[in-house]
């Protein structure tokens, strides 16, 4: 299994610019999170999906953020317009229902730097 | 009240030395229990599930006390390549099924 894909990797834009972070869950997963990591904040979550369904968005920073999942594949998350203060590691997990209890895996991250 | 706590450290140790983490909880309605580590610049990877009666992966020991609502992380002969942070983590209470909750972490360097 290729395990959970997140593109890009890195991402530098300007403050205003819109970005879109990508996540391709684990086949057969069933629920999909997004996480923000700062040193100051710690990891955070922004917001977790089950069967492409957003079940709880409490993280989300504000209305700059929105999330989407078309389809058990695929999920993205973007910032529009960014900001410096957005400028984190943005990690996508996915879990299975079936599998071992609440076991996450996560991707290995996009680190977004807004100038 | 952060619902998970953890001592950020770090924690500086020799090689071979035995070193313990400490994490509590708010939420008596927690469940599930874990521990992660994370590597510098990298993602979170499950390190071991703790269970109530305690549990045993080679070198490292995993301890719940749910009524101290208290877990804890012992690893014993401490090796360089065990320098990390490493994440306490709990499920969110009920209505909430699959959100974890992570705390912010204790970073360990193991010195030769």
């Known amino acids: 299994d290729a395990g959970v894909i997140q593109s890009p990797r890195h991402e530098v834009t300007e403050m205003g610019q819109e970005v879109t972070l990508r996540c391709k869950p684990i086949?057969?997963?069933?629920?999909l999170f997004w996480y923000r990591q700062t040193m100051m904040r710690g990891l955070e979550l922004l917001i977790y999906?089950?069967?492409?369904?957003?079940?709880?968005d409490s993280g989300m920073p504000e209305d700059r953020f929105s999330a989407k999942m078309p389809n058990a594949s695929f999920s993205t998350l973007k910032i529009q317009p960014s900001e410096p203060r957005d400028s984190a590691v943005y990690f996508c997990?996915?879990?299975?229902?079936?599998?071992?209890?609440?076991?996450?895996?996560f991707g290995p991250g996009t680190r977004l730097t807004v100038l | 009240r952060k619902e998970v706590e953890q001592d950020p450290g770090p924690f500086n140790v020799p090689e071979g030395a035995t070193v313990a983490f400490n994490c509590t909880y708010s939420n008596s309605a927690s469940q599930s229990f874990f521990w992660y580590r994370q590597d510098c610049r990298k993602e979170p990877k499950l390190l071991m599930s703790?269970?109530?009666s305690g549990n045993e992966d080679g070198r490292f020991t995993a301890q719940l006390n749910r009524a101290s609502q208290y877990i804890s992380l012992l690893i014993r002969d401490s090796k360089l390549s065990d320098s990390a942070t490493y994440l306490c983590?709990?499920?969110?209470?009920?209505?909430?099924?699959?959100?974890?909750?992570f705390g912010q972490g204790t970073t360990l360097q193991v010195k030769p």
């Open positions: 086949s057969g997963h069933d629920y």
């Open positions: 983590v709990v499920n969110a209470p009920s209505g909430n099924t699959g959100k974890l909750i």
């Open positions: 999906f089950n069967n492409n369904v957003p079940i709880d």
């Open positions: 703790v269970y109530s």
């Open positions: 997990a996915s879990g299975s229902a079936s599998g071992a209890s609440d076991t996450q895996y």
